[in-house]
Structures are given as structure tokens and as C-alpha cells.
């Protein structure tokens, strides 16, 4: 032991030494120098010496005063300098891959080092850490995924816990986890670091820790909201548009209380367009108006012809664009791409940014655009506080966020649009002021901003929990909802319940809510439970390739195109891949003639002709290469095969592993003279999203439809669906064994006793069992 601490402190003087050499170098200098005008670096002295006082301090300071880049390396570098050097072991956890992975690399390259020597990173299936990185970037995901196997953090010396304002799920949870271990590990220091001022919160939260504010710089920015911008460039709206595109609805359903004044407001601000725009139509969100968030809305363009505006006679800088998601972003670039100038790559470098983008892919987004050329971005809310793009100097902001949300009274989430808040669009405006004066165009009206929420309310409280409850047995962390009392802001009991009941049903836990084996599987598979259980199945049956299409087509943008004006097009087009009664099986019809076409030419043609996004057949093609990854990882595919040729066309089969995965998301068949209705036992009646293969059948010759997702407008409507029969939802439905077998009988509407003989009966309650038997052993 002597000796390896000898060999450790003899490196950690070497590095101390090659640093300080660096730091001589004129590059060094500059950098230095570069660091030492921002805003943390006058309160280094401070920070430390809080650090060294407290095992748990709390740092706030606006976004761009150097938190993220300086602050780690300040205790990196005390650390290294003093005796301890050898010893230090700093984690400093991000929300997102695409921010672990660009801070380190900033980090190293402000040390004059590369990735991988002092600095490190990891997230999911990436990372560089070398036997001499003392300071490990990570999202909050990987560290959970740590404390797994290691619970006390042996020998992490400092955790830094970043963006906390953003009261993500991951964080949340963490800092419980965090809280109770600081008693064991007296030595352990925990740093919790915000880019908002919302910090005496989380200090009594940490029974009084104490808060530095570090005291920010930004340039002036220029506000202009929507009134201003129609002034400013003479673009006349039309009645419907700009309420159209950004959906006001949503709006009404955040105020609920004064939705009529709100309206008086807006319309004696705004122009006559909106004042014209007939918002009775808007109070109550319907299907239709829910759908106009797509592609062709007019709204976008307003943001051409504002961006057009920019290129045209501002001053040069960067145009960061704040989109709601990844499909507006994708669909506003092709959009842009076709116009003359925005379009052109002699005058616009066009580039996106948003979280499930590739790797290399984000990477571009920090390059500096050539002479003459305006670089934009058109990004997710993921640049708004945890990434800088460095040269912006404008900012436009649509306002709005995908937001997740959880009725838990009807247990149904929703994925929708929602407004965000005014601490948001502060950050977001606050992106425009780095590097000189910057100018921030809101594509809203000022009364519109005034009614914000101040805050966005924390993950924690909107989002199911299932993910979350894996997590908690996964880390032996007792009862779930004793655990989750202890969080920040506890969720509502009725959440946790249904929770559980979930986990309960799909078979992760048993009736006493310990793991089982299934669960301990899904547990290692960072998404969400449904996917997994889909993927492990498929493993099993050794019918992987279409279940990996599947799988990795929930999680993308739908593929499947339907530009509003060429509707009966794409509707033709898309017929060819019906037929199967399922979305999932057109799914996998569309991928694997897509990924036909592109081994040949590139895939583009194939897409443009049957109307499908070539870039969610290449995110369907990442996630499928990522999913399988995992699953080598976890030892369920043999890590030697380089892919998984097993192109299994059994339908059967597929639908089998469909509705094992989608369970307990099911419906009732019920037919009609004329056509179907669907019912679930939650809901009653439920509908099929217009786009779905199910909704152009007039029969389905199926008695259920197993779905991925249900949403609430004012009906529920079901998204991608598979018609199953009976024998596979009594087979691979849920969980027949033991407690379950009861509220899966219900389900089934009491089927076997009302249509099956009872020797049939038995005969299928017996192979369930062997073949649970059989999935978890
Ligand atoms: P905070 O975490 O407080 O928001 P950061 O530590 O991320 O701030 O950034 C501090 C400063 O470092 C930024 O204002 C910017 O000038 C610079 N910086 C950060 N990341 C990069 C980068 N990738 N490229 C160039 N400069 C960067
Ligand atoms: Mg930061």
C-alpha cells in the first residue's frame, strides 16, 4: 500500500508540475488570464474556504459566471496543490450527456490537457477516464447507476451536484440518497450549485447550509416581445397563426382562473390579428388544435422571416432559436433549409441542438461559423442553462417546453408543449448578453410573459414514478414511499401508489414490492420499463432485430410524415404499410425497407417517396445500435455477435413481445355494425390518434389493441397501437402468477369464466405459469 501511495503522490507532483508548465506557456497565459475575468474566479477564495468549513455549501450565480467550468477545477487545483493531491476524487454530475461531455472536454482544454488525463467524463456508454483523472464528469444517471454497487462512495472525496434549479427527477432523488449518506461520510463534501436564486430553499433543505451567491456579469439585452416584432419588421399575422403555432390553449389551462380577462389583455396589446383570432375555440384544447404543432404551421414563418430580418441587416453574432422539441427543430430546419438565404451555406451555418442528438453531432454546435457566414442554432431548452454556445448575440425564444406531465388521478401522463416559466425565459435571455450587448426576440405578448408561472414545478411532482421506484429497491433503500416522503418536495401518495401497482403488474416487483428477477434486469436498462421488458423478451426468443425497431421507434419522433397539404400523398403512402393492424408493425416494415434503401443510396429517396423522416430512421438506426449495446452489456446478447441478424418475421411472435412489454396498456375491441370502438377500464371509451394505422380500419379482427402510450386532451386518445388476441394477452399479458392473477382476470372483462371452458381455462393458467417460469429464470 505504501508503495502505490508513493507512486500516487509521486504522478499527482508530476501533474502539478506539467500544469504549472502549461500555465507559463503563452497559450496558458491567455487562458488564465481568460479565466480569471469571470465572474467565480473573484470568489475562488471564498468558495474554498466554505468548501473546507462545511461538509455541504451551496453555490449560486447566473449562467456564464463560471460554476460549472471553474468551480471543480478550483478544488481540483487546491487539492493538487496541497498534500491531499493524490487522494482527490471529484464528481461533478450534469443532467445531460451533452453537457458532461462538452464541459470536460472545455475543462481539459482550459488545462492544457486532453480528455481522460485530470479530467474525465462518463455517461451512458461513453466515457474517457484515465488511472490519473481526479476530476469525473457524469450525468446524475451514472452516478445513481454507482452508488448501486459502491453505496458509500468509497473514496470520492467532493460531489458536486449541478443545475440543481432545474429539480430534475435524477437530482431529486439523488439528493435524498446524498443526504442520508453525509452522516457516514463525515469527510465527504457535497456541493450543490444553481444557476438560480432559489437557493434558501435547498439550504434548509440541508438543514441550513450556506449559500454563496457568486455576483454575475452579462451585457445589456435588448426585450422585445411579439408586439415589438411585428412593429419592428412590418410581418403582418393573419388571424389564426401565431395562436395556432404556440398554442395559447395551454395558457388557458395554466390560468385557470381569469381566462376571460387574460383574453381582454391580450387583445387590447396585441395587434388586430390576435385580437381578430377567435379564442373561444382556444379555451378548451381539442384534437385539432392540438395538432397544429406540426410542421406547417405559419408561426414558423414568422421566426424565417425574423431570422431572414437578422442575417439581413444586424450586426454579426450567432441566432440561438429556442424550440419546443425535437419535431418542431427538425421541421423549422427543413423548412429553412429551402430558403434562399437562411438556407444557403455561404450565408448561414444551420445547425440543431437538443438531447438525443449523436455525440459528434452536438459537438458542432460550439464551432465558430467562417467570415460572413451567421452561424444559428435551433435548439431545445437544453441550451438554455446548461450548455453556452459562446457566440451568441440574439435570441429567440418560442416560449414554450415539452414538458412531461402526470395526472395521477387518471395515471395517465401526458408529453406536451407547456409554457415555460419566467425564470426560463430569463435564462433564455440571459444567453444573448454573453460576449457583448445581445438582442432577445419573444414570440409572445408581454401580458402573455406576465402570466408565467415563477418557477416550473419539479419533475419529481409531474412525471410517473416507476422509473424512480426501480430505483429506490434497486439501492435497498426500504420503503418506497417512506424514501420518497424524505425528497425535497415529496410526491402525492397517490402517484407512489400507482407507481408501484404498475411495477406490481408488469411483474418488476412482487407483492411484498421486493425486486425480482425481471426487475433486477430492468433496473440495469436505463429506460423506461416497458422498453425493457419488450428488449429482454426479445432476447429470450431470440426475435431481437424487429423488437429493437420497435423499441427504438417508441422513443423517437414518429416517422411517419403527413405534410398538411399533401395528405392524401402521404395517406397512400403510408397504406402500404398497414394491413398488420398494428403501428409497430409498420414500423418495422418501414425500417427494414429503409434500411434496404440505405445500404444502396443513402435511404433519402426511399423516404421521400413513402413520406418518412430520413432523420427518425437514422435516430430508429442509433438507438437501435445503443439498446443493443446495453443488452451485450448486461449479458442477455452474446457481446461477441457484431449485430443481431436474427430478422425473425414470426408476426406472432412480435405481436407476443409487443404485448408483453405494453401491459397493462390495453383496450377492448368492441365492434359495432359499422365499425369499432375501443374501451379501457380506467377511461371507458377511449380513441385512436388520427395517424394511427388502427384508426383507417374499419374492422379489427382482434378482440384487443395493446397501446404504447394514452394521452388526455378532453378524450383519451391512444398512440400506437397492435391488435393482439386473447391467447397472447393471457399468455403474455401482465403478470397471471400469484397476486396479479386477479386484476388481470378483470381485465380480461372476467374471460375465462364467461367465454372459456374451465379445463381450457386451467390449460392456459398453467402454461402461464411455465412460461413466467421460464421468463424469469
Ligand atoms: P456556468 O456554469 O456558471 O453557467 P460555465 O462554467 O459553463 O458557466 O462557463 C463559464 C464561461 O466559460 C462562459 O461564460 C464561457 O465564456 C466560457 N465557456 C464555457 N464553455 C465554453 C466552451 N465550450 N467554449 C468556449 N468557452 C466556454
Ligand atoms: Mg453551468
Given amino acids: ?45 471564498a468558495i474554498l474556504s466554505l468548501i473546507s468549513s462545511n461538509q455541504v455549501v451551496i453555490i449560486s450565480g447566473q449562467t456564464g459566471c463560471g460554476k460549472t467550468t471553474q468551480i471543480p477545477q478550483f478544488i481540483l487545483e487546491s487539492e493538487t496543490e496541497s498534500v491531499r493531491g493524490a487522494a482527490c476524487n471529484i464528481i461533478c454530475t450534469q443532467p445531460r450527456r451533452i453537457s458532461a461531455m462538452s464541459v470536460s472536454e472545455r475543462v481539459a482544454f482550459e488545462r492544457g490537457e486532453k480528455l481522460g488525463e485530470s479530467v474525465g467524463y462518463k455517461v451512458r456508454l461513453e466515457g474517457t477516464k484515465g488511472r490519473d483523472t481526479h476530476l469525473l464528469f457524469c450525468t446524475t444517471g451514472i452516478l445513481l447507476r454507482r452508488l448501486l454497487d459502491d453505496r458509500n462512495l468509497k473514496g470520492v472525496t467532493h460531489v458536486i451536484v449541478d443545475e440543481i434549479h432545474e429539480r430534475g427527477m435524477n437530482e431529486d432523488f439523488l439528493l435524498i440518497v446524498l443526504k442520508d449518506l453525509l452522516p457516514y461520510r463525515p469527510e465527504l463534501k457535497l456541493i450543490l450549485m444553481s444557476a438560480t436564486l432559489d437557493a434558501e430553499f435547498f439550504s434548509s433543505y440541508f438543514n441550513g447550509a450556506p449559500i454563496l451567491n457568486v455576483p454575475g456579469f452579462t451585457y445589456p439585452v435588448k426585450t422585445h416581445f411579439l408586439e415589438d416584432i411585428l412593429e419592428m419588421t412590418g410581418y403582418r399575422l393573419t388571424p389564426y397563426n401565431q395562436i395556432d403555432d404556440y398554442g395559447q390553449e395551454r395558457m388557458w389551462k395554466m390560468n385557470k382562473q381569469a381566462p376571460r380577462k387574460r383574453k381582454s389583455q391580450i387583445a387590447s396589446t396585441v ?3 390576435i385580437r381578430a383570432a377567435d379564442f373561444k375555440d382556444y379555451s378548451q384544447p381539442t384534437r385539432e388544435s392540438l395538432s397544429c404543432w406540426n410542421p406547417d404551421c405559419i408561426g414558423f414563418s414568422l421566426i424565417e422571416y425574423l431570422l431572414c430580418n437578422i442575417c439581413k441587416s444586424e450586426r454579426p453574432g450567432a ?3 429556442f424550440m419546443t422539441g425535437w419535431d418542431d427543430i ?22 440543431t441542438c437538443h438531447g438525443s442528438m449523436a455525440s459528434s453531432e452536438q459537438r458542432l454546435i460550439f464551432e465558430e461559423a467562417k467570415d460572413g457566414v451567421r452561424k444559428i442554432v435551433l435548439a431545445t431548452n437544453i441550451a438554455e442553462t446548461s ?35 419566467k425564470v426560463s425565459a430569463q435564462q433564455r435571455r440571459g444567453r444573448a448578453g454573453r460576449v457583448q450587448p445581445g438582442e432577445c426576440y419573444h414570440l409572445y405578448p408581454r401580458c402573455v410573459y406576465d402570466a408565467f408561472a415563477e418557477y416550473q414545478l419539479p419533475e419529481i411532482l409531474r412525471t410517473p414514478l416507476q422509473s424512480l421506484c426501480l430505483q429506490i429497491k434497486s439501492l435497498r433503500l426500504g420503503s418506497i414511499s417512506e424514501f420518497l416522503s424524505r425528497a425535497l418536495q415529496s410526491p402525492e401518495i397517490l402517484a407512489v401508489q400507482n407507481a408501484i401497482e404498475y411495477l406490481k403488474t408488469i411483474g418488476a416487483l412482487d407483492e411484498n414490492e421486493n425486486l425480482t428477477i425481471l426487475g433486477r434486469y430492468l433496473i440495469k436498462l436505463p429506460m423506461e420499463p416497458k422498453l425493457g421488458k419488450m428488449l429482454i423478451l426479445g432476447a429470450i426468443f431470440n426475435c431481437l432485430d424487429p423488437i429493437l425497431t420497435v423499441a427504438a421507434g417508441l422513443s423517437v419522433r414518429d416517422p411517419f410524415l403527413t405534410p398538411l397539404d399533401k395528405k392524401d400523398l402521404a395517406d397512400a403512402a403510408k397504406s402500404q404499410f398497414s394491413g398488420a393492424y398494428s403501428d409497430h408493425l409498420a414500423l418495422i416494415k418501414a425500417y427494414e425497407g429503409w434500411k434496404y434503401a440505405e445500404i444502396d443510396q443513402g435511404g433519402y429517396e426511399y423516404c421521400w417517396k413513402n413520406f418518412l423522416s430520413a432523420q427518425s430512421m437514422k435516430a430508429i438506426d442509433a438507438l437501435r445500435r445503443e439498446f ?11 457481446s461477441n455477435a457484431a449485430s443481431c441478424n436474427t430478422w425473425c418475421h414470426d408476426v406472432n411472435l412480435i405481436r407476443a413481445i409487443i404485448c408483453y412489454g405494453l401491459y397493462p396498456g390495453i383496450c377492448s375491441v368492441v365492434h359495432n355494425e359499422k365499425s369499432f370502438s375501443l374501451k379501457t377500464m380506467e377511461d371507458g371509451q377511449v380513441l385512436l390518434y388520427s395517424n394511427s394505422m388502427n384508426a383507417r380500419e374499419t374492422t379489427i379482427p382482434y378482440p384487443w389493441l395493446v397501446f ?24 403474455f399479458g401482465g403478470s397471471l402468477s400469484k397476486g396479479d392473477a386477479d386484476g388481470h382476470l378483470k381485465m380480461l372483462g372476467g374471460y375465462l369464466e364467461f367465454f372459456m371452458e374451465p379445463a381450457v381455462a386451467d390449460m392456459y393458467q398453467s402454461i402461464r405459469r411455465e412460461l413466467d417460469d421460464f421468463i424469469q429464470s
Avoid at 4 to 23: G, H, N, T, V, Y
Avoid at 330 to 346: A, F, I, Q, R
Fill in 387 to 421: 450548455i453556452t454556445i459562446n457566440d451568441v448575440v440574439f435570441v429567440v425564444d418560442c416560449g414554450k417546453a415539452k414538458e412531461t406531465s402526470y395526472d395521477a388521478l387518471n395515471n395517465t401522463p401526458c408529453l406536451l408543449p407547456t409554457w415555460i416559466s
Fill in 708 to 731: 404504447n402510450e394514452k394521452i388526455k386532451v378532453n378524450s383519451v386518445f391512444l398512440r400506437d397501437s397492435t391488435a393482439v388476441s386473447d391467447s397472447v394477452v393471457l399468455l
Fill in 319 to 321: 441566432i440561438l432559436v
Fill in 1 to 45: 500500500k505504501g508503495v502505490s501511495e508513493k507512486i500516487l503522490w509521486r504522478r499527482s507532483l508530476q501533474m502539478r508540475d506539467q500544469q504549472q508548465a502549461w500555465q507559463e506557456s503563452p497559450e496558458g497565459k491567455r487562458m488564465v488570464q481568460f479565466r480569471s475575468t469571470l465572474p467565480a474566479y473573484k470568489e475562488k477564495e
Fill in 271 to 273: 395587434e388586430d390579428a
Fill in 330 to 351: 427538425s421541421s423549422l430546419k427543413e423548412k429553412l433549409l429551402t430558403h434562399p438565404v437562411l438556407g444557403d451555406p455561404n450565408q448561414v451555418l444551420l445547425l
Fill in 628 to 638: 443493443l449495446c446495453l443488452l451485450k452489456d448486461i449479458g442477455l446478447v452474446d
